[in-house]
């Protein structure tokens, strides 16, 4: 290593040219997924309050979005449902004539090569907004909730998703969804787990989007401790046994360290969640003009891309498209 005056850090520094030559972090609009919750009806599009530039909308519309995405260059789309009617069991996730699951048709009707990603849970399409089937203490049964994951997974393949993404966090539900989508021939259907996906503060706005608070209690019982590392580890190795073929770190800015380390130690497609309190907490300083929210907001992204996530799903994808397409 040399030191100064023989290296000075400053000359590669000194204009825009020289620091493009030698950067080492390039994020580009084919590696960003934007998120989208589809809902009943038709001509729909609501404004989510605590997320700006973000809204529920109808099929219809949906379909006006993803034409944008794929236009935009965006590596995919991941749809989140937001249902009229919930029940017990939170049946409304397996049905083939969902939101999501008409969406996922009429989106690769009119886009056949953007990429479908769909989310896969329960909390939803619950009364009690949790992510799986109840027992009586009112804590989530893992076994019993992997029939209604894999049976949700399975739809959302029939109705043609290219990647099915299981977000609940329950032991077991990679293996049950990969059993469930080979044995009815759906082989090609990738899996992309929420495999470290922490109990985290900064879902709040999310929870307003789809409507998914839990009625009780929260989700520290099956998602993860935030003060946690070797965890998430094997989390991920788990899912990963079970055949998950890419695996996510949620959220993504808290846990840098956490998508560096799942990234070395496996080698394996990684994808971060930067998620809607991230995304908000960034807007609202951006309307006071506490910072500057472009800035800002690329810097979070590229920080994500650096620690070692190839793709990153953010409510920013088309506006970072659109400034770096
Ligand atoms: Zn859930």
């Not at 794929?70 to 249902?83: A, K, M, N, Q, S």
């Not at 619950?126 to 109840?134: F, N, R």
């Not at 996906?197 to 989007?209: E, L």
């Not at 073929?245 to 998508?259: G, Q, S, W």
């Amino acid at each position: 290593m040399t030191s100064f005056p023989l290296w000075r850090g400053r000359r590669l520094r000194r204009t825009e040219s020289l620091r493009a030559l030698v950067r080492e972090t390039r994020l580009i609009p084919d590696r960003l997924i934007l998120p989208l919750f589809v809902t009943e009806g038709t001509g729909v599009r609501a404004p989510v309050g605590s997320m700006p530039g973000v809204f529920r909308t109808s099929v219809d519309e949906a379909v006006v979005d993803t034409r944008e995405a794929h236009g935009l260059g965006l590596g995919g789309v991941i749809l989140f449902g937001i249902p009229e009617h919930k029940d017990a069991e939170g049946s409304g996730a397996w049905d083939d004539e969902g939101a999501v699951q008409r969406a996922v048709r009429a989106i690769k009707d009119a886009t056949p090569d953007l990429n479908v990603l769909t989310d896969v849970c329960m909390c939803e399409y619950t009364e009690h907004g949790h992510c799986g089937v109840l027992r009586e203490d009112g804590t989530v049964d893992n076994d019993p909730t992997l029939e209604l994951l894999a049976r949700t997974a399975l739809s959302h393949a029939r109705a043609g998703a290219d990647v099915v993404a299981p977000s609940d966090m329950m032991d077991g539900r990679v293996g049950a969804i990969r059993e469930a989508l080979d044995e009815a021939g759906y082989q090609q259907v990738a899996i992309l787990s929420y495999a470290a996906k922490y109990a985290s503060a900064f879902y709040g706005p999310f929870r307003d989007a789809a409507d998914s608070a839990p009625a009780f209690g929260d989700r520290r019982g099956y998602q993860m401790d935030p003060a946690n590392q070797d965890e998430a580890l094997r989390e991920v190795w788990a899912d990963i046994e079970e055949g998950a073929d890419m695996v996510m770190v949620k959220p993504a800015l808290a846990y840098l360290d956490v998508i560096h380390r799942v990234k070395r130690e496996t080698g394996w497609p990684v994808a971060a969640y930067h998620v809607s309190g991230e995304y908000a907490a960034i807007m609202a300083a951006a309307e006071r003009g506490w910072l500057d929210g472009e800035r800002a907001m690329e810097e979070a992204l590229v920080s994500i891309a650096r620690a070692g996530a190839d793709a990153i799903i953010t409510y920013w994808a088309r506006e970072f498209a659109r400034r770096n397409g």
